[in-house]
C-alpha cells in the first residue's frame, strides 16, 4: 500500500512563497503521474499541478507562472513551490499518486494565506 505524506503547510502573508512536499512510502519512479490537488473551504477539490513519469508537466491555467512542481526520484519525493502567494490560494493542499487505474492520496496540508 502507497503512502503519501506532505508536509510544508502553514500560514504566509500575500506574496509570500510556500514548498509542499510529498513523500511517497514507494518509488515514485514507478508512477504514471504525481499531482497536486486543493480544496478551499466550501468548494471542490480542484486541480493544481501534475508531472508524468517522462517529466511532463501541466498545471491549472490560473496557476501557471506563479506555481512549480518537481520532483527527486532519489528522495520519492514532489514538490510544490508556490510564489506570489493570494489569499484565493487558501485551502487544503492535496499529494496525487497514479498507478493506473489506482489513485493514492494523501491526507493533506493545511496552506493559509493571510491579506
Known amino acids: 500500500q502507497v503512502q503519501l505524506v506532505e508536509s510544508g503547510g502553514g500560514l504566509v502573508q500575500a506574496g509570500g512563497s510556500l514548498r509542499l512536499s510529498c513523500a511517497s512510502s514507494g518509488s515514485i519512479s514507478s508512477f504514471n503521474a504525481m499531482a497536486w490537488y486543493r480544496q478551499a473551504p466550501g468548494k471542490q477539490r480542484e486541480f493544481v499541478a501534475r508531472?508524468?513519469?517522462?517529466?511532463?508537466?501541466n498545471y491549472r491555467d490560473s496557476l501557471r507562472g506563479r506555481f512549480t512542481i518537481s520532483r527527486d526520484n532519489g528522495k520519492n519525493t514532489v514538490y510544490l513551490q508556490m510564489n506570489s502567494l493570494k489569499p484565493e490560494d487558501t485551502a487544503v493542499y492535496y499529494c496525487?499518486?497514479?498507478?493506473?487505474?489506482?489513485?493514492?492520496w494523501g491526507q493533506g496540508t493545511q496552506v493559509t494565506v493571510s491579506s
Open positions: 508531472i508524468t513519469s517522462g517529466g511532463s508537466t
Open positions: 496525487n499518486a497514479v498507478l493506473y487505474p489506482t489513485n493514492y
